[in-house]
């Protein structure tokens, strides 16, 4: 790990403009990406700012019937939360999907939707890598890509986004805060927050320098069933071949994100009008245009597999009495 200076910031503005002024900065909180990303020196950060004491901890409700959950709201308090678990049960779900109780305890909001590729060639430094280090190849393509993307992909990157909860928040329209260095505010639908690579793959978001996510807020409850269905190599503490976060009314129509197969969460609007006429009909729309290679073309016929799947499992769980459909 390369030598670092270190800064508590005391409000939001404060943090974005010490990371804005200072060069090669970075926001600190739980550090569970970041961190490791520092012992390996693929993230070399000359400053961290700790953003550890700016009470944006809580989760509140919002004027529309919807909650705003602090960008420092820890996974294990989210997936917890009551109101969380009876109202926007696929983001508990998809939480405690992932990783494992320790880092759930640790991992914040904000930094669980900035956390970086876990595509092995990103994380081997004596291997070409655009997205650590720019113009320098992708090595990943024409290697071994059996967990890497199928859509959404570009000549310089084939690496996926790895997160669980990602996918659920996309499914449920949520809504990015953030503060910038001057003090202003801005929201970020969430489906333009997370960046296509094209030929920038080192830029994960749309955030601005020095830019800091304050909260996300998520709508008025959608109701119907919740699912999240994650398809990995193991059963615990892997990141997702596929992951489809799905909420399916009683009517059979419904919205489904895909996490696993591209550099962000998948979703397409459009394809979900076809939800009533099954898995395949809605994945013939998702996945056009995706270009998978000889390692990972099982990921097309598992998506539309996954999908059918928690398309049946919220059909048992409508018909199943006292079944809770949002809850988790």
Aim: proline share 6%; charged share 25%.
């Amino acid at each position: 790990m390369k030598p670092f200076t270190y800064t508590r910031a005391k409000t939001p503005a404060e943090a974005a403009a010490a990371v804005a002024s200072t060069p090669n900065a970075k926001f600190l909180a739980g550090g569970t990406n970041l961190l490791d990303l520092m012992k390996l020196e693929i993230e070399t950060p000359a400053h961290l700012v700790d953003v550890q004491d700016l009470k944006l901890d809580r989760i509140e409700p919002t004027d529309d019937g919807g909650i705003r959950i602090g960008a420092l709201v820890s996974n294990t308090a989210l997936a917890s939360d009551p109101r969380v678990r009876r109202d926007y049960g696929v983001l508990t779900r998809a939480i405690v999907a992932g990783a494992s109780g320790q880092l759930r305890n640790k991992a914040t909001t904000a930094g669980n939707l900035l956390q970086r590729t876990r595509c092995p060639y990103f994380y081997d430094t004596n291997q070409a890598c655009n997205k650590r280090r720019p113009g320098s190849g992708c090595a990943a393509i024409g290697g071994y890509s059996r967990q890497l993307a199928v859509i959404g992909t570009s000549d310089a990157c084939i690496a996926t986004y790895p997160g669980d909860m990602a996918v659920a928040m996309r499914v449920l329209d949520a809504t990015v805060e953030t503060i910038d260095p001057a003090g202003q505010t801005r929201r970020i639908a969430f489906g333009d927050f997370h960046r296509l690579p094209g030929d920038s793959p080192h830029i994960d978001t749309n955030l601005k320098p020095g830019e800091l996510i304050t909260a996300v807020t998520l709508p008025k409850p959608l109701g119907g069933t919740h699912i999240y269905r994650k398809v990995r190599d193991r059963a615990s503490y892997a990141f997702a071949l596929v992951s489809v976060a799905a909420v399916i009314q009683r009517d059979g129509s419904g919205r489904a994100a895909i996490g696993g197969i591209a550099p962000r969460p998948w979703r397409d609007e459009a394809a979900e009008a076809a939800m009533p006429q099954g898995a395949k009909a809605v994945t013939d729309r998702l996945l056009a245009g995706a270009r998978p290679t000889r390692d990972n073309a099982f990921k097309v016929p598992l998506v539309e597999r996954t999908l059918a799947a928690a398309i049946h499992d919220a059909k048992t769980m409508t018909q199943t009495p006292g079944t809770q459909e949002r809850g988790a």
